[in-house]
T-cell receptor
């Protein structure tokens, strides 16, 4: 099935632990994005990648890191989780960043609770 | 800080009525997009309007854009219970390279 998959669906994590959220797309899109969604704040961009091998910081990058070793995968890592990182995390992709207006395709999300 | 601000925060209507949601933004944009999110799900793209366009239609959706006022509206005509969801506007700032900035959303409830 074409689209974006995210894993895990949900996770409860102790503060201080390391966690990697996985994101895979099979649409061969060049650009990928990670957002967090908090109640009342909409979605905020954490990190993005315009193409394999490149990444950039979004609006709220602190405490998170990403890598883009290939076109399909864009994992998000929390090196040492803190309670303020409790949120729902969405991965998204779009075909060609910068080449005109494009919609983004979203995964189903990962609900993360840091205790 | 958020680029887009939706109004109202919540809207409750009866089936068959029209629903209008508004979005205001702060800086110049390449385009503005509307997304829908059903409870507990990911966002789904609805419609995109470019900065040189004033109005766009897609089925029961009508979007307007007023760049002089930095505002947009989304109209859903003849609403259905299945339209119950949260609706978000997202702006692609000029020079933003397709990095979208989302508003906080409007929660729409359509009652049978």
């Amino acid at each position: 099935i074409a689209g974006i998959t995210q894993a895990p669906t949900s996770q409860i994590l102790a503060a201080g632990r390391r966690m990697t959220l996985r994101c895979t797309q099979d649409m061969r899109h060049n650009a990928m994005y990670w957002y967090r969604q908090d109640l009342g704040l909409g979605l905020r961009l954490i990190h993005y990648s315009n193409t394999a091998g490149t990444t950039g910081k979004g609006e709220v990058p602190d405490g998170y890191s990403v890598s883009r070793a290939n076109t399909d995968d864009f994992p998000l890592t929390l090196a040492s989780a803190v309670p303020s990182q409790t949120s729902v995390y969405f991965c998204a992709s779009s075909p060609y960043p910068g080449q005109g207006a494009q919609e983004q395709y979203f995964g189903p999300g990962t609900r993360l609770t840091v205790t | 800080s958020q680029q887009g601000e939706e109004d109202p925060q919540a809207l409750s209507i009866q089936e068959g009525e029209n629903a209008t949601m508004n979005c205001s933004y702060k800086t110049s944009i390449n385009n503005l997009q509307w997304y829908r999110q059903n409870s507990g799900r990911g966002l789904v793209h609805l419609i995109l309007i470019r900065s040189n366009e004033r109005e766009k239609h897609s089925g029961r959706l009508r979007v307007t854009l007023d760049t002089s006022k930095k505002s947009s509206s989304l109209l859903i005509t003849a609403s259905r219970a299945a339209d119950t969801a949260s609706y978000f506007c997202a702006t692609d700032k000029t020079g933003g390279y397709n990095k979208l900035i989302f508003g906080a959303g409007t929660r729409l409830a359509v009652h049978p």
